[in-house]
């Protein structure tokens, strides 16, 4: 859509911005009293976030509480049969009528062997159909240990709505996909996707949907899933 | 039409003096330092954190052309259609005029405090379109009618039995004394309607020059259904939300978490870098930023006040001000209230109409403290009555300055007062709190500190004569 006036307001917004900046901000060196003498153009944004240890057992183990104070359903298993197996419990605990999952080496080897029906989203889909899903499997792009978040993508996920729109989303992912904090995800991303284009969809998704709005109290599901379960395969 | 400032008045007399609820809304901003602190504490060094937040900032809004061009670029590369709005209106028009030509019917939305400041959904509403706030404390306040108390936390004002009744009332359900429940009811009530949808609006918390993306942080998953299930996306952001590059966000989205909600990480940070691409499966088939001004370069041209930009409108500074628990956010009468709104709002809406709130501060400082990006709020204060009185002098207060001097200049004079003042404030209970009494404002409500019987000059002689040091 191309208004005559798009071409124009965007002008004339500009030359407003340039004519405000033309005096230099004045900054109040008093009225700072707090100036870390640590910020350095050196200093990595690591350095103030969160520690994480830096071997594999550390990263596992602060992943593993974060996900307790996130009631995230965090699991080690050893292979995609034992995977399954939970998915199974899971299934005949929450009486799921339907999963859906998209095309992906991990979530191909586990729904082979669910005894729910497995509704597939690979090339389209329809939304109302996957409304009346129980649970979205997806993979993912990392786990990160610092925040306990999962990270998504649109082709590492499944698309935006899988993993959002079915009451329980369960995360199944790689060892190796454990990385330790937020500037390593965004590194990872860069590296990847850098040069060829990001996914138009990225996100951090930590904990189940929650909401506080009525008198502060936490009450899990407000709008996207109720449960979130991730999976860590070898 | 009442002025700003004689509402204030009102209201702030009104709400003050409702302390249940105001004990209500203390309680829960206790709970959330609670668990802020707890959360502040798991960083390696907050402070070095906002010292570093506040520079990226600070590059980001002094060189806005360059980043928002670099933005654009990227953003249009991509397919996403970017469109800058000088005023409230152009954004609506845009906005009503895409929904007109895509034959629109039902909008959802995220929430986004933008649509607040132009009044969105009014203008919707008017052309006709149905329009769905999703948040679960805006859709709250849709159904009331009311704007949001808390620019974070829309409701916290509300008791569940409120939230009960209003359901019942406006949507039909039973009634519950249950948080989980009332959750449910909106859960199952709003479903339909991001399926029926075909536009969702949603804010953005941060732009990304680098890349061209918005991020949007949330914890409830309706600004991901908004996003997802639409064919339309239009994001509705103010220009001032621009950070220069993509992993800036690796320090941005635990900081506005942290100090937001006391959360290290929301539940959702979700970044959107253009609609639907060759190879993805869902997401919508056009995706606009409205990126609006609506005076903030007015803002922008205040050298002194140009880092209140910098805001990520975490809402700390709301949380922690003595001002706002005690006559909570519908008082302010503003888009943004807190320290932060009083701020700002003198610059996008008129300094003489808006100084109050500038006045209506201790200056405790409890907001710079609090803000992750360290905007230097209370200066800003102060500031602004600085600018409000060089630019429009009120003649009463500049004789009473005046008055003040030459007493402040005659020994004597002052002497001779010091000694009157406790003969002066014998007689005052006879006035005290009435309309003849000169200090009512203060009096109606509080006790006047006794005047001293001793000055200290006459302290400091008697000691002295007595030998002690
Ligand atoms: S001024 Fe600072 S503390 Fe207040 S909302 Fe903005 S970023 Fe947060």
Known sequence: MSSPSTADSRDALFVRIREALANPAISHAHEHPVHPANVTPEATLSQWLPAVGATFEEQLDLLARNSVDLKTEFKVVASAEEAAAHLNTLATENKWTKVATHRGSLNDAVAAQLTTPVYRVDDQFDKVQLETCDAGITECEALVAQTGSVCLTAPSSGGRSLSVLPPHHVVLARRSQLIADLPAAYALLKTKYGAKGYPSFISFTTGPSRTGDIERILVLGAHGPKKLTVLLLP | ?469
């Not at chain 2, 809004?61 to 990227?74: P, R, T």
């Not at chain 2, 970017?82 to 009503?96: K, L």
């Not at chain 2, 009185?389 to 009473?400: D, G, I, N, R, T």
């Not at chain 2, 203060?442 to 019987?453: D, N």
Request: charged share 25%; hydrophobic share 40%; aromatic share 8%.
């Open chain 2, 1 to 469: 039409m009442i002025a700003p400032k004689s509402l204030f008045k009102r209201d702030a007399a009104i709400n003050a003096a409702d302390v249940p609820r105001r004990t209500f809304v203390r309680n829960a901003l206790h709970g959330y330092e609670v668990k802020r602190d707890l959360n502040k504490a798991k960083f390696q060094d907050w402070q070095s954190a906002r010292e570093t937040a506040s520079e990226i900032k600070f590059e980001g809004i002094n060189h806005l052309d360059k980043y928002l061009a670099e933005f654009a670029k990227n953003a249009e590369a991509r397919g996403t259609k970017v469109f800058f709005a000088s005023t409230p209106t152009q954004a609506r028009e845009y906005i009503i005029n895409l929904a007109r030509e895509k034959n629109v019917r039902s909008i959802i939305k995220s929430k986004t405090m933008t649509s607040e400041e132009i009044h969105l959904n009014d203008a919707l509403e008017k052309e006709g379109f149905g329009v769905v706030e999703s948040d679960l404390g805006e859709f709250i306040q849709q159904l009331r009618n009311e704007p949001p108390y808390h620019f974070v936390f829309p409701c916290m004002h509300l008791k569940r039995d409120e939230i009960s009744q209003l359901f019942h009332d406006k949507i039909g359900s039973a009634q519950t004394d249950s948080p989980e429940e009332l959750t449910m009811i909106a859960r199952r009530f709003l479903r339909e309607k991001y399926i029926q949808a075909d536009m969702g609006i949603s804010g953005a918390n941060f732009i990304v020059a680098e890349t061209g993306m918005i991020s949007v942080t949330e914890n409830e998953g309706n600004a991901r259904l908004t996003t997802s299930l639409p064919k339309i996306h239009v994001a509705l952001v103010g220009i001032e939300k621009i950070l220069p590059k993509l992993e800036d966000l690796s320090l941005f989205l635990p900081m506005l978490g942290t100090a937001g909600a006391g959360q290290l990480m929301t539940g959702y940070n979700t970044m959107f870098g253009g609609p639907r691409q060759p190879g993805e499966i869902d997401g919508p088939e056009e995706f606009h930023v409205v990126l609006i001004d609506n005076h903030r370069t007015e803002l922008l041209a205040d050298a002194e006040q140009r880092d209140a930009l910098h805001c990520i409108r975490c809402g700390a500074c709301l949380n922690v001000c003595p001002v706002f628990k005690n006559i909570g956010g519908h008082t302010y009468g503003t888009t943004y209230a807190g320290p932060v709104g009083s701020v700002i709002t003198p610059h996008l809406r008129g300094l003489q109409d808006w100084k109050h709130l500038s006045g209506a501060s201790s200056l405790c400082g409890a907001c710079t403290e609090a803000c992750p990006v360290k905007i230097d709020l209370h200066h800003h204060l102060l500031q602004n009555r600085r600018n409000a009185a060089a630019e429009k002098p009120v003649w009463w207060e500049k004789s009473l300055w005046i008055g003040f001097a030459i007493l402040m200049r005659q020994p004597t004079l002052y002497y001779w007062l010091t000694k009157t003042a406790p003969i002066a404030q014998f007689f005052h209970p006879l006035v005290k709190g009435s309309i003849l009494d000169p200090m009512q404002a203060w009096t109606r409500t509080r006790e006047f500190p006794m005047s001293a019987t001793t000055t200290f000059k006459d302290y400091w002689k008697q000691k002295k004569k007595q030998g002690a040091r």
